[in-house]
Protein backbone atom coordinates (compact mmCIF):
# COMPACT_ATOMS: atom_id res chain seq x y z
CA UNK A 1 0.00 0.00 0.00
CA UNK A 2 1.44 3.65 -1.29
CA UNK A 3 2.93 5.35 1.96
CA UNK A 4 -0.07 8.03 2.59
CA UNK A 5 1.08 12.10 4.15
CA UNK A 6 -1.70 13.97 5.37
CA UNK A 7 -1.31 17.59 4.60
CA UNK A 8 -3.10 20.86 5.49
CA UNK A 9 -2.06 24.22 4.32
CA UNK A 10 -4.00 27.70 4.68
CA UNK A 11 -4.13 30.46 2.32
CA UNK A 12 -2.56 30.84 -1.45
CA UNK A 13 0.95 31.57 0.22
CA UNK A 14 0.73 27.75 1.74
CA UNK A 15 -0.90 26.46 -1.25
CA UNK A 16 2.87 27.63 -3.27
CA UNK A 17 4.62 26.03 -0.57
CA UNK A 18 3.24 22.60 -0.45
CA UNK A 19 2.75 22.13 -4.09
CA UNK A 20 6.14 22.42 -4.41
CA UNK A 21 6.60 20.27 -1.50
CA UNK A 22 4.78 17.69 -3.17
CA UNK A 23 6.51 17.85 -5.99
CA UNK A 24 9.85 17.49 -5.16
CA UNK A 25 9.01 14.68 -2.61
CA UNK A 26 7.16 12.75 -5.44
CA UNK A 27 10.01 12.95 -7.40
CA UNK A 28 12.28 11.48 -4.33
CA UNK A 29 9.01 8.77 -3.70
CA UNK A 30 6.88 8.38 -6.66
CA UNK A 31 4.55 5.94 -4.31
CA UNK A 32 3.61 8.49 -2.01
CA UNK A 33 -0.12 9.83 -2.13
CA UNK A 34 -1.57 13.07 0.00
CA UNK A 35 -4.08 14.14 0.86
CA UNK A 36 -6.05 16.65 2.96
CA UNK A 37 -7.12 20.42 3.04
CA UNK A 38 -5.27 22.04 -0.34
CA UNK A 39 -5.53 24.45 -2.53
CA UNK A 40 -5.68 24.38 -6.50
CA UNK A 41 -1.22 24.05 -6.94
CA UNK A 42 -1.99 21.47 -4.35
CA UNK A 43 -4.59 19.55 -6.12
CA UNK A 44 -2.67 20.08 -9.75
CA UNK A 45 0.47 18.50 -7.64
CA UNK A 46 -1.65 15.59 -6.74
CA UNK A 47 -3.41 15.90 -3.71
CA UNK A 48 -6.85 14.65 -2.50
CA UNK A 49 -8.46 17.78 -1.28
CA UNK A 50 -10.73 16.30 1.51
CA UNK A 51 -11.57 20.46 2.51
CA UNK A 52 -10.94 23.45 0.38
CA UNK A 53 -7.71 25.79 1.74
CA UNK A 54 -10.16 28.40 1.45
CA UNK A 55 -11.78 27.52 4.69
CA UNK A 56 -8.96 28.59 6.54
CA UNK A 57 -8.05 32.13 4.91
CA UNK A 58 -8.38 34.62 7.87
CA UNK A 59 -6.61 37.65 8.79
CA UNK A 60 -5.95 39.41 12.10
CA UNK A 61 -7.47 38.11 15.86
CA UNK A 62 -10.98 39.52 16.09
CA UNK A 63 -11.30 38.38 12.97
CA UNK A 64 -10.22 34.64 13.36
CA UNK A 65 -13.06 34.51 15.74
CA UNK A 66 -15.46 35.01 13.65
CA UNK A 67 -14.76 31.92 11.75
CA UNK A 68 -13.47 29.79 14.86
CA UNK A 69 -16.39 27.67 15.54
CA UNK A 70 -16.95 27.06 12.03
CA UNK A 71 -13.17 25.18 11.98
CA UNK A 72 -13.35 23.38 14.97
CA UNK A 73 -15.59 20.24 13.90
CA UNK A 74 -13.04 20.49 10.36
CA UNK A 75 -10.42 20.01 12.99
CA UNK A 76 -12.19 17.74 15.03
CA UNK A 77 -13.39 15.55 11.91
CA UNK A 78 -9.86 15.53 10.03
CA UNK A 79 -8.35 14.26 13.53
CA UNK A 80 -10.75 11.25 13.39
CA UNK A 81 -10.40 10.37 10.33
CA UNK A 82 -6.11 10.40 10.71
CA UNK A 83 -6.34 8.54 14.06
CA UNK A 84 -8.35 6.02 12.87
CA UNK A 85 -6.45 5.53 9.94
CA UNK A 86 -2.90 6.47 10.96
CA UNK A 87 -0.90 8.51 7.33
CA UNK A 88 3.15 8.28 7.48
CA UNK A 89 2.97 11.22 8.47
CA UNK A 90 1.36 14.58 8.67
CA UNK A 91 2.42 18.03 7.36
CA UNK A 92 1.24 21.06 8.72
CA UNK A 93 1.82 23.75 6.13
CA UNK A 94 1.71 27.46 7.88
CA UNK A 95 -2.21 28.06 9.37
CA UNK A 96 -0.61 27.94 12.40
CA UNK A 97 -4.14 28.15 14.55
CA UNK A 98 -5.12 25.61 13.13
CA UNK A 99 -2.49 22.96 12.58
CA UNK A 100 -0.51 23.40 15.62
CA UNK A 101 -3.56 22.07 18.11
CA UNK A 102 -4.47 19.39 15.23
CA UNK A 103 -0.62 18.51 14.84
CA UNK A 104 -0.60 17.81 18.76
CA UNK A 105 -3.33 15.65 18.73
CA UNK A 106 -2.06 13.54 15.80
CA UNK A 107 1.15 13.40 17.85
CA UNK A 108 0.06 12.14 20.75
CA UNK A 109 -1.77 9.45 18.93
CA UNK A 110 1.51 8.63 17.72
CA UNK A 111 1.85 10.20 13.94
CA UNK A 112 4.77 11.90 13.17
CA UNK A 113 4.73 15.30 12.48
CA UNK A 114 6.15 18.12 10.60
CA UNK A 115 5.33 22.08 10.41
CA UNK A 116 6.52 24.04 7.29
CA UNK A 117 6.76 27.65 7.78
CA UNK A 118 7.00 28.58 11.44
CA UNK A 119 4.58 30.75 13.06
CA UNK A 120 5.92 33.87 14.48
CA UNK A 121 6.59 33.03 18.01
CA UNK A 122 9.77 34.37 17.87
CA UNK A 123 8.09 37.94 17.74
CA UNK A 124 5.15 37.77 20.03
CA UNK A 125 3.09 34.98 22.15
CA UNK A 126 6.31 33.26 23.11
CA UNK A 127 4.72 30.78 25.41
CA UNK A 128 3.49 29.46 21.86
CA UNK A 129 6.63 27.41 21.95
CA UNK A 130 5.78 24.72 24.93
CA UNK A 131 2.85 23.43 22.48
CA UNK A 132 5.30 23.76 19.19
CA UNK A 133 7.65 21.59 21.04
CA UNK A 134 4.86 19.30 22.09
CA UNK A 135 3.62 19.09 18.61
CA UNK A 136 6.19 18.56 16.32
CA UNK A 137 8.77 15.86 15.21
CA UNK A 138 10.33 18.75 13.11
CA UNK A 139 9.95 22.25 12.28
CA UNK A 140 10.92 23.23 8.97
CA UNK A 141 12.04 26.83 8.42
CA UNK A 142 11.61 29.27 5.75
CA UNK A 143 14.62 32.16 7.30
CA UNK A 144 17.72 31.28 9.54
CA UNK A 145 16.81 33.56 12.59
CA UNK A 146 13.91 31.05 13.16
CA UNK A 147 16.15 28.06 13.18
CA UNK A 148 18.15 29.58 15.59
CA UNK A 149 14.96 30.22 17.81
CA UNK A 150 14.10 26.81 17.63
CA UNK A 151 17.25 25.41 18.53
CA UNK A 152 17.39 27.37 21.90
CA UNK A 153 14.46 26.13 22.82
CA UNK A 154 15.56 22.20 21.97
CA UNK A 155 12.91 22.29 19.07
CA UNK A 156 14.11 20.25 16.40
CA UNK A 157 14.20 21.99 13.36
CA UNK A 158 15.64 22.43 10.01
CA UNK A 159 16.20 25.69 8.12
CA UNK A 160 15.29 25.00 4.13
CA UNK A 161 15.47 28.64 2.48
CA UNK A 162 12.50 30.43 1.00
CA UNK A 163 11.35 29.63 -2.38
CA UNK A 164 10.87 32.91 -3.34
CA UNK A 165 14.72 33.08 -3.51
CA UNK A 166 14.54 30.45 -6.39
CA UNK A 167 12.12 32.10 -8.20
CA UNK A 168 12.97 35.48 -8.26
CA UNK A 169 15.87 35.92 -10.62
CA UNK A 170 18.85 38.48 -8.87
CA UNK A 171 19.03 40.68 -11.43
CA UNK A 172 15.39 42.08 -12.72
CA UNK A 173 15.12 44.08 -15.60
CA UNK A 174 12.78 47.76 -14.65
CA UNK A 175 12.62 48.82 -18.61
CA UNK A 176 11.54 44.76 -19.50
CA UNK A 177 8.71 44.46 -16.61
CA UNK A 178 7.22 48.25 -17.71
CA UNK A 179 7.30 47.10 -21.24
CA UNK A 180 5.30 43.75 -20.04
CA UNK A 181 3.01 46.59 -18.40
CA UNK A 182 2.43 48.51 -21.60
CA UNK A 183 3.97 51.51 -19.48
CA UNK A 184 6.55 53.89 -21.21
CA UNK A 185 10.41 53.36 -20.00
CA UNK A 186 10.90 56.39 -19.28
CA UNK A 187 9.85 58.29 -15.97
CA UNK A 188 9.53 57.30 -11.96
CA UNK A 189 7.24 55.05 -10.92
CA UNK A 190 5.80 54.18 -7.56
CA UNK A 191 4.02 50.70 -6.82
CA UNK A 192 1.22 51.14 -4.42
CA UNK A 193 0.44 47.40 -3.02
CA UNK A 194 -2.52 47.84 -0.02
CA UNK A 195 -2.33 44.25 0.39
CA UNK A 196 -4.09 40.89 -1.27
CA UNK A 197 -6.93 40.74 1.16
CA UNK A 198 -10.24 42.79 1.45
CA UNK A 199 -9.36 43.51 5.46
CA UNK A 200 -5.66 45.13 4.63
CA UNK A 201 -7.19 47.10 1.45
CA UNK A 202 -9.70 48.60 3.54
CA UNK A 203 -7.79 49.73 5.98
CA UNK A 204 -4.58 50.60 3.96
CA UNK A 205 -5.87 51.93 0.75
CA UNK A 206 -7.19 55.64 1.93
CA UNK A 207 -3.95 56.40 3.67
CA UNK A 208 -1.96 55.29 0.57
CA UNK A 209 -4.15 57.11 -1.88
CA UNK A 210 -3.37 60.22 0.28
CA UNK A 211 -0.11 59.49 0.20
CA UNK A 212 -0.01 59.27 -3.40
CA UNK A 213 -1.88 62.82 -3.72
CA UNK A 214 0.96 64.20 -1.04
CA UNK A 215 3.38 63.17 -3.57
CA UNK A 216 1.88 64.27 -6.30
CA UNK A 217 1.80 68.08 -4.76
CA UNK A 218 5.90 67.87 -4.99
CA UNK A 219 6.29 65.87 -7.86
CA UNK A 220 3.81 65.78 -10.03
CA UNK A 221 6.15 64.13 -12.44
CA UNK A 222 5.52 60.82 -11.02
CA UNK A 223 3.21 58.10 -11.83
CA UNK A 224 1.54 55.51 -9.65
CA UNK A 225 0.84 51.77 -10.61
CA UNK A 226 -1.21 49.77 -8.33
CA UNK A 227 -1.82 46.11 -8.72
CA UNK A 228 -5.05 44.25 -7.45
CA UNK A 229 -5.67 40.67 -7.31
CA UNK A 230 -9.15 40.37 -8.78
CA UNK A 231 -12.22 42.45 -9.26
CA UNK A 232 -13.75 42.93 -6.18
CA UNK A 233 -10.42 44.79 -5.15
CA UNK A 234 -10.21 46.63 -7.43
CA UNK A 235 -13.83 47.84 -7.01
CA UNK A 236 -12.97 48.78 -3.54
CA UNK A 237 -9.47 50.29 -4.86
CA UNK A 238 -11.54 52.37 -7.14
CA UNK A 239 -14.21 53.83 -4.88
CA UNK A 240 -11.44 55.48 -3.01
CA UNK A 241 -10.34 56.70 -6.19
CA UNK A 242 -13.43 58.45 -6.57
CA UNK A 243 -13.27 59.85 -3.46
CA UNK A 244 -9.70 60.97 -2.37
CA UNK A 245 -7.58 60.11 -6.03
CA UNK A 246 -9.50 62.24 -8.64
CA UNK A 247 -6.50 63.89 -10.78
CA UNK A 248 -4.06 61.14 -10.04
CA UNK A 249 -2.43 59.67 -12.01
CA UNK A 250 -2.94 56.38 -10.56
CA UNK A 251 -3.05 53.19 -13.43
CA UNK A 252 -4.69 50.08 -11.37
CA UNK A 253 -3.23 46.85 -13.26
CA UNK A 254 -5.08 43.58 -13.01
CA UNK A 255 -3.24 40.84 -10.88
CA UNK A 256 1.06 40.99 -11.89
CA UNK A 257 2.10 42.74 -8.33
CA UNK A 258 5.18 41.10 -8.73
CA UNK A 259 6.00 42.59 -12.35
CA UNK A 260 4.63 46.25 -11.12
CA UNK A 261 7.15 46.23 -8.00
CA UNK A 262 9.78 45.07 -10.71
CA UNK A 263 8.78 48.21 -13.22
CA UNK A 264 8.39 50.62 -10.34
CA UNK A 265 11.31 53.28 -8.70
CA UNK A 266 10.06 53.06 -5.11
CA UNK A 267 7.41 50.71 -3.51
CA UNK A 268 4.69 51.49 -1.30
CA UNK A 269 3.06 48.31 0.37
CA UNK A 270 0.95 46.49 3.08
CA UNK A 271 3.60 44.28 5.18
CA UNK A 272 3.50 40.71 4.50
CA UNK A 273 5.27 38.23 1.52
CA UNK A 274 5.42 41.32 -0.77
CA UNK A 275 8.14 43.11 1.06
CA UNK A 276 9.93 39.74 0.66
CA UNK A 277 9.21 39.72 -3.24
CA UNK A 278 10.10 43.67 -3.12
CA UNK A 279 13.41 43.02 -1.32
CA UNK A 280 14.38 39.95 -3.66
CA UNK A 281 13.36 42.06 -6.83
CA UNK A 282 16.12 45.07 -4.75
CA UNK A 283 13.38 47.87 -5.17
CA UNK A 284 13.63 50.48 -2.10
CA UNK A 285 10.08 50.37 0.04
CA UNK A 286 8.06 52.16 2.72
CA UNK A 287 6.10 49.00 4.70
CA UNK A 288 2.58 50.42 6.14
CA UNK A 289 0.46 48.17 8.34
CA UNK A 290 -3.10 49.07 9.55
CA UNK A 291 -5.75 46.63 11.49
CA UNK A 292 -8.08 46.01 13.68
CA UNK A 293 -7.32 48.54 16.49
CA UNK A 294 -8.07 45.83 19.55
CA UNK A 295 -5.99 43.14 17.18
CA UNK A 296 -3.04 45.85 17.15
CA UNK A 297 -3.16 46.80 20.85
CA UNK A 298 -3.40 43.34 21.44
CA UNK A 299 -0.70 42.10 19.10
CA UNK A 300 1.53 45.14 20.74
CA UNK A 301 0.93 44.13 23.73
CA UNK A 302 2.57 40.73 23.30
CA UNK A 303 5.63 41.44 20.97
CA UNK A 304 9.11 40.38 21.31
CA UNK A 305 10.47 42.10 18.43
CA UNK A 306 10.58 46.38 17.21
CA UNK A 307 9.81 45.28 13.71
CA UNK A 308 7.53 43.37 11.47
CA UNK A 309 8.72 43.85 7.72
CA UNK A 310 10.57 40.93 6.54
CA UNK A 311 13.75 42.70 5.94
CA UNK A 312 14.21 44.15 8.93
CA UNK A 313 13.57 40.81 10.38
CA UNK A 314 16.31 39.45 8.32
CA UNK A 315 18.22 42.13 8.66
CA UNK A 316 18.52 41.88 12.26
CA UNK A 317 18.37 46.13 12.08
CA UNK A 318 15.65 48.58 10.42
CA UNK A 319 16.43 48.87 7.31
CA UNK A 320 13.34 49.53 5.73
CA UNK A 321 10.86 52.69 6.81
CA UNK A 322 7.91 51.18 8.77
CA UNK A 323 4.91 53.13 9.76
CA UNK A 324 1.96 51.42 11.43
CA UNK A 325 -1.45 52.10 12.58
CA UNK A 326 -1.52 55.94 13.08
CA UNK A 327 2.00 56.71 11.94
CA UNK A 328 0.63 55.29 8.48
CA UNK A 329 -0.80 58.94 7.40
CA UNK A 330 -0.40 60.15 4.46
CA UNK A 331 2.08 62.76 5.09
CA UNK A 332 4.52 60.23 6.87
CA UNK A 333 4.17 57.61 3.88
CA UNK A 334 4.68 60.30 1.51
CA UNK A 335 7.93 61.65 3.55
CA UNK A 336 9.24 58.37 3.56
CA UNK A 337 8.97 58.17 -0.32
CA UNK A 338 9.97 61.10 -1.22
CA UNK A 339 13.29 60.33 0.60
CA UNK A 340 13.71 57.29 -1.06
CA UNK A 341 13.59 58.95 -4.90
CA UNK A 342 15.90 61.42 -3.48
CA UNK A 343 18.70 60.13 -1.63
CA UNK A 344 21.29 57.54 -3.82
CA UNK A 345 22.96 56.91 -1.33
CA UNK A 346 19.93 55.42 0.81
CA UNK A 347 18.88 53.56 -2.27
CA UNK A 348 22.22 52.13 -2.63
CA UNK A 349 22.79 51.09 0.83
CA UNK A 350 19.52 49.25 0.47
CA UNK A 351 20.42 47.59 -2.72
CA UNK A 352 23.69 46.32 -1.04
CA UNK A 353 21.59 44.99 1.90
CA UNK A 354 18.98 43.53 0.20
CA UNK A 355 21.97 41.54 -2.02
CA UNK A 356 23.63 40.38 0.75
CA UNK A 357 20.23 38.94 2.39
CA UNK A 358 19.56 36.92 -0.52
CA UNK A 359 22.49 35.15 0.38
CA UNK A 360 21.57 34.07 3.21
CA UNK A 361 18.07 32.52 2.18
CA UNK A 362 20.05 29.82 0.67
CA UNK A 363 18.47 28.04 -2.81
CA UNK A 364 16.38 25.15 -3.90
CA UNK A 365 14.21 25.41 -1.18
CA UNK A 366 11.30 22.72 -2.17
CA UNK A 367 14.40 20.10 -2.77
CA UNK A 368 15.53 20.81 0.79
CA UNK A 369 12.50 20.24 2.59
CA UNK A 370 11.58 17.18 0.72
CA UNK A 371 14.88 16.00 2.16
CA UNK A 372 14.10 17.18 5.83
CA UNK A 373 10.67 15.61 5.10
CA UNK A 374 11.93 12.23 3.96
CA UNK A 375 13.97 12.06 6.94
CA UNK A 376 10.96 11.56 8.98
CA UNK A 377 9.60 9.30 7.02
CA UNK A 378 9.99 5.08 7.31
CA UNK A 379 12.23 4.07 4.66
Known amino acids: MAPRIAIVAGEASGDLLASALIRALKERRPDLCFEGIAGPQMIAAGCECLYPLERLSVMGLTEALGRYLELLPVRARLKKRWLANPPALFIGVDAPDFNLSLEEGLHKGGITTAHYVSPSVWAWRRYRIRKIARAVDRMLTLFPFEADFYREHDVP ?92 DIRIIDGQSRTVM ?12 ATLEAMLLNRPMV ?75 GNDAGARAAEAILELLPS
Open 287 to 361: VAYRMHPVSFHIMKALFSVNNIALPNLLAGKQLVPELLQSEATPERLGAALLELLENDDQRQQLSDEFSHIRTTL
Open 262 to 273: AAADAILLASGT
Open 157 to 248: VSFVGHPLSDIIPADTDRDKARGVLNLPTEGEYIALLPGSRGQELDYLAEPMVGAARWLNERRPDITFIAPMINADMQARFQQVLAQQGQGL
